[in-house]
């Protein structure tokens, strides 16, 4: 049983830093890989960034220079670190694995102006 446990977020100032953690189970997490979600108000939910079983990367223009993916497969944790942060930064975030259909929970960024 795929199982998805997203933490680390919280109210945080414009400027202000960030890191997301997810914890993943039921899963070959190193053969797998992994991205960050988030949902604002109102919109679609959006991929964030995401990180290959061997390590590279994509972040969303948005994000780009601001937020780094990364991944330990030795505890089966992705994180997000968010730096820079802005109001448009604020939304649900979740973590996922391509390769099933699970959502965590998610983990909520309130950026405040």
């Known amino acids: 049983q795929v199982q998805l446990v997203e933490s680390g977020g919280g109210l945080v100032q414009a400027g202000g830093s960030l890191r997301l953690s997810c914890a993943a189970s039921?899963?070959?997490?190193?053969?797998?890989?992994m991205g960050w979600y988030r949902q604002a108000p109102g919109k679609q939910r959006e991929l964030v960034a995401s990180?290959?079983?061997?390590?590279?990367?994509y972040h969303t223009d948005s994000v780009k220079g601001r937020f780094i993916i990364s991944r330990d497969n030795g505890k089966n944790m992705v994180y997000l670190q968010m730096n820079s942060l802005k109001p448009e930064d604020t939304a649900v975030y979740y973590c996922?694995?391509?390769?099933?259909?699970?959502w965590g929970q998610g983990t909520q960024v309130p950026v405040s102006s």
């Open positions: 996922k694995t391509f390769s099933y259909p699970n």
């Open positions: 039921g899963i070959i997490f190193s053969s797998n890989a």
């Open positions: 990180i290959t079983s061997g390590g590279s990367t």
